[in-house]
């Protein structure tokens, strides 16, 4: 829709981030590839030039892409090959109305993400942040026997709140800690699965709140989850229970999170993801008992670089002429 490069011409690709260097490398052997040195996120204007200017888009998590910018006059990006699995910073409704094609990276960011939520079951469970912040600030009495008391893993159950790639890897390692599964998810897992986890699906997620021990969130954001984890759900959870979320934190009311907590409601909880990133609650950064990161659940080597060569594996399979291997609009 006009500004098209001719037939002859190495398409342009724009990448809103640093990407590791190996995947920067092989997106330049490829393409006529513009990357952004800085690693400062591109602002509004930045993104509607690169609409205009490129045939291709990589964007990230923090790249709002909304029906204004896919209505851009003139654009000549024809396909947003997604930086991550999760999508919902794009409007996927207005970029099949405007015949831009989105893909994204599925599956090589669960072992990452599993092991993470596994740090923070055990950081959260054993007070290991609010060890460590006491030991750092000289304030360490010594050893004696009611120190910073925690919570065992095993014979616990952990309830999971979706039941996809990364729940049930997570449940794998789980098990190895002795832990019981149970899960909540609109449609059962296959029997294999179930039996090889030895998992239970609950009915409800008040259900699951009520049986959970731990409960680790697994869904991804957009309207259908805004904040499904609230008051409600922390009421009907076991007193001393622990939250983890590395989904997305639109999925918690993060100000009923900090009641539940301040109240002894909830033991723990150790978050990886935040609603107003990279804004924090203030009230879950000053509490003694979370564990909080900055979102680091796909933020190894190994998941980053083939996050990097799964998106170009999109955007070789577009060029080509191809079917798309992970096309979600």
């Known amino acids: 829709m006009g500004n098209e490069p001719s037939q002859d011409a190495q398409p342009l690709v ?32 930045s993104l509607e030039r690169a609409m205009v200017e490129a045939d291709a888009l990589v964007p990230t998590i923090t790249d709002r892409i909304d029906a204004a910018l896919l209505a851009t006059p003139r654009r000549r990006v024809r396909i ?53 912040r006491q030991l750092r600030a000289g304030q360490w009495p ?88 609230d008051s409600a759900f922390f009421a009907a959870m076991r007193t001393g229970g622990i939250l983890v979320n590395t989904a997305r934190g639109s999925v918690v009311d993060e100000a009923e999170l900090a009641e539940a907590l301040t109240s002894g409601k909830l033991f723990a909880a150790g978050l990886d993801v935040y609603a107003d990133e990279p804004a924090v609650h203030p009230a879950l950064v000053n509490h003694p008992h979370t564990v909080l990161l900055p979102h680091l659940g796909s933020a190894t080597i190994e998941a980053r670089t083939a996050m990097g060569m799964q998106a170009i ?14 096309r979600v609009a």
């Open 14 to 45: 724009r990448v809103t981030r640093r990407l590791p260097e190996t995947v920067e490398a092989a997106l330049s052997s490829r393409y006529t590839a513009m990357l952004n040195l800085s690693d400062e996120p591109l602002g509004r204007q």
């Open 142 to 229: 010594g050893w004696h026997p009611t120190h910073m008391v925690g919570q065992g893993l095993s014979g616990r159950v952990l309830g999971l709140v979706g039941f996809g790639r990364i729940a049930q890897e997570t449940a794998r390692k789980a098990r190895a800690l002795g832990m019981r599964i149970a899960y909540y998810n609109r449609s059962p897992a296959g029997p294999e699965v179930e039996q090889a986890l030895e998992a239970v699906r609950l009915p409800t997620l008040s259900a699951l709140a009520a049986a959970a021990d731990v409960v680790s969130l697994h869904v991804p954001g957009g309207a259908d989850t805004h904040r499904m984890i």
């Open 80 to 132: 947003l090959a997604n930086y991550g699995a999760g999508v919902d910073h794009i409007d996927l409704e207005a970029a099949r109305a405007a015949g831009v094609i989105v893909t994204n990276t599925p599956g090589v960011l669960t072992e990452a993400t599993a092991e993470l939520t596994i740090l923070l079951i055990l950081a959260a469970s054993r007070r290991a942040a609010e060890g460590d």
């Open 313 to 326: 594996a999109n955007l070789d399979a577009f060029f080509g002429g191809r079917e798309l291997p992970d």
